[in-house]
């Protein structure tokens, strides 16, 4: 039997699966899990990369006291953060965390030497204080100069398991600096930022083989010998490859955890005025495809109100307390920059409600209502905005990843949009890392073949549209807070 590990590591939380297919059937094994989180020290926001990488080992162990001898392994995790190493291949640096408020004016200051129009027309994507543009704009300059390479963070990840520098494309292409007609680092946007080009690694495909773990984690460490594969490392394009999406059905997916991802799968990038105006972005996929998609602020908002109250509910209790609350009663701009990173999520809501005329939601279940019902509204108002951007009707939602557990906030959206909701698999992240492993060694043909398997191996779930008493009212009140 041949088994395949994928390293999936978002913003709250990672883990090792095990994948393994047996008569046509795909399955899963959690190996090992580990939190994760940033750090505020001196008013920045770190995460701990060294931690990270240690998990990773102690995942490996556990699967060669699993009795797993031989594997192919796969990374991916959230985008956009980097590590500077010097030429000996050490850190220069601890690694910021993206919600760093470094950034704040950052976009505005780039925007005085290069036009916003100007970066989207060569790169196709949207402005985010966070991108990796304007975090290497606020970096230190005598830091940027010593480094020898630059790598995000699954590639610094890959080259501490195997020596190799790599800059992986599907990540990459979050930083804004890939130029769509080049393919390759924009020369302008690297002049802007004082780099040169041989500061960043070769851009790598996924598929790529990057050989094997070194001989020193092999020698200190009971490890199963690996053989490292390449996945598309930005989590969001594994969880797209690991989406079932129906063929013969124009369908849109949302990518639910910490974030929300709303978007298509195209051939080609769309990056038109329309679309920078929309703030729309195109991110590079594996196998020749553009993930066409809007951020929107997801499951952090009910991270932070669950953190907040002591984490003394589950995710699944507080969906179900809010389904014994009044909907649609308190509503929030959630993709509003106030809860990007605010002091306290819980004040931060009740303080939008009060400043806007609405109820102040006081109870865990209110709060939670106020967040789903608001999530869902933002959900119709992108994917309307994204049918006209793209010309082409949306007639199926598929929900992957974890949002795709909250039945009350997947039958919420059906509701609104009016269209049929399908969610799961809720994995569909180390699905679509497994996929690449897979095709890689040759067990599967394509991206097609791996779909099909997923879709056969998993159950998804079908959410059809109920009535909303008045909801074009409150599609009305939505709107007027945005």
């Known amino acids: 039997m041949n088994y395949h590990i994928a390293v999936d590591i978002g913003a709250s939380s990672g883990r090792l699966v095990l994948g393994t297919v047996r008569d046509g059937v795909l399955s899963l094994e959690e190996l090992h899990r580990f939190s994760n989180g940033f750090t505020e020290r001196e ?7 060294d931690y990270l990488f240690d998990q990773v080992i102690d995942g490996l162990s556990k699967a060669k006291a699993r009795g ?26 601890e690694v910021y965390a993206y919600r760093d408020r470094r950034t704040d004016q950052m976009m505005e200051q780039v925007a005085e030497r290069i036009s916003p129009a100007e970066v989207y027309a060569k790169t196709g994507i949207q402005r985010l204080s966070f991108n990796t543009l304007y975090q290497l704009y606020a970096h230190a300059p005598e830091e ?15 080259y501490r398991l195997t020596g190799r520098k790599i800059n992986e494309v599907t990540n990459a292409s979050t930083t804004q600096l890939l130029n769509l007609d080049t393919r390759d680092y924009d020369s302008d ?9 041989e500061q960043f690694a070769r851009l790598t495909e996924p598929g790529e083989e990057l050989g094997t773990l070194s001989a ?43 974030w929300s991802l709303l978007g298509v799968e195209r051939e080609q990038p769309l990056n038109n005025r329309q679309a920078m ?12 495809t553009y ?9 952090w908002l009910i991270q932070e109100v669950r953190r907040l109250d002591g984490n003394r509910y589950s995710f699944a209790e507080l969906a179900q307390q809010a389904g014994e609350t009044e909907g649609f009663r308190s509503l929030i701009p959630c993709n509003a920059p106030r809860f990007l990173n605010p002091p306290n999520m819980i004040e931060e809501i009740r303080n939008a409600c009060a400043e806007s005329g609405q109820p102040v939601p006081q109870t865990t279940g209110e709060l939670a209502r106020c967040i789903f019902d608001s999530l869902a509204l933002t959900y119709l108002t992108y994917l309307e905005e994204l049918e006209q951007l793209t010309g082409e009707p949306v007639e199926l939602l598929q929900i992957v990843g974890g949002g795709a557990n909250n039945s009350l906030l997947c039958q919420l959206t059906a509701n609104v949009i009016g269209r049929e909701v399908t969610a799961g698999p809720t994995e569909s992240t180390a699905l679509g890392n497994l996929a690449v492993q897979m095709i890689s ?3 599967l043909a394509d991206i097609k073949e791996a779909r099909a398997l997923v879709g056969r191996s998993f159950e998804i779930k079908h959410y059809f549209p109920e009535t909303v008493p008045e909801l074009e009212r409150i599609v009305t009140r939505w709107k007027a807070l945005q």
Not at 74 to 79: E, M, S
Request: charged share 15%; hydrophobic share 40%.
């Open 441 to 443: 060694e040759g067990s």
């Open 43 to 49: 008013n920045s926001c770190f995460w701990d990369i």
């Open 291 to 299: 993930r066409f998609l809007k951020n929107i602020m997801g499951l």
């Open 216 to 258: 020193a984690l092999m020698t200190g460490h009971d490890l199963p010998v690996c053989r490292v594969i390449c996945a598309a490392t930005h989590d969001t394009a594994s969880a797209v490859l690991g989406a079932p999406l129906e063929a013969g059905r124009t369908s849109a997916y949302i990518s639910s955890g910490t």
């Open 144 to 158: 940027i100069s010593q480094a020898d390479q630059i790598l995000l963070v699954p590639d610094y990840l890959y």
């Open 68 to 93: 797993i001898e031989q594997c192919t392994l796969g990374i991916d995790t959230w985008a956009v953060d980097y590590v500077l190493l010097d030429a000996d291949g050490n850190r220069i640096q």
């Open 189 to 197: 946007l690297l002049s802007l930022l004082h780099i040169r080009r």
């Open 277 to 288: 105006e929309a703030n729309y972005t195109n991110e590079w996929g594996a196998y020749g």
